[in-house]
């Protein structure tokens, strides 16, 4: 078990990273909230070592991603909230709006890859590695989440 100094230095760090993530995945703050709570009770509970800061940073994406998808096929989850709810939710510091929400539209799949290549700055062999997904994979959604975005936000088609 970790100790508490311990605990609170990982929710210095990650906890921005955490919420977004379920903020992605969940559109809810109250589930954002307790997949927050569980994740970092996991962490305090995890008695193996990590690598490395990115290999403890991989790890709690992961772990995030995992609890927010078990959220989403729980069957308790009888209610659904809209993107219109987060539509309206102040965009982060030194964030376009229009760009945020136009990211939150994107499909599941395709908001992953964008989180994790733009906001936290992994490559697309790190994000299949984190993701479970072959890395031709990821480019390919990268890809086609730029071109709908491209589309959504009205900007010029490259070439």
């Not at 379920?22 to 809810?28: D, E, G, V």
């Not at 609890?67 to 209610?79: E, H, I, T, W």
């Not at 659904?80 to 990211?103: C, H, I, M, Q």
Request: aromatic fraction near 8%; proline fraction near 3%; include cysteine.
């Amino acid at each position: 078990m970790r100790s508490e100094r311990e605990t609170n230095e990982a929710i210095e760090r990650y906890g921005d990273t955490v919420r977004r993530l379920c903020m992605l995945h969940l559109k809810n703050e109250a589930d954002t909230q307790d997949i927050f709570q569980t994740v970092f009770l996991k962490y305090l509970l995890h008695t193996a070592d990590f690598e490395s800061r990115e290999h403890e940073k991989a790890w709690f994406i992961r772990v995030t991603i995992n609890a927010c998808r078990d959220v989403l096929k729980s069957v308790f989850r009888r209610r659904t909230v809209s993107l219109e709810e987060v539509r309206d939710l102040p965009a982060p510091e030194g964030e376009s709006g229009e760009v945020l929400r136009a990211v939150l539209s994107l499909p599941p799949k395709y908001r992953e890859v964008v989180y994790l290549h733009y906001y936290e700055g992994y490559t697309a062999p790190e994000i299949g590695d984190i993701l479970g997904r072959n890395v031709n994979t990821v480019y390919t959604d990268l890809t086609r989440a730029r071109e709908k975005l491209r589309t959504m936000l009205g900007g010029e088609a490259d070439g």
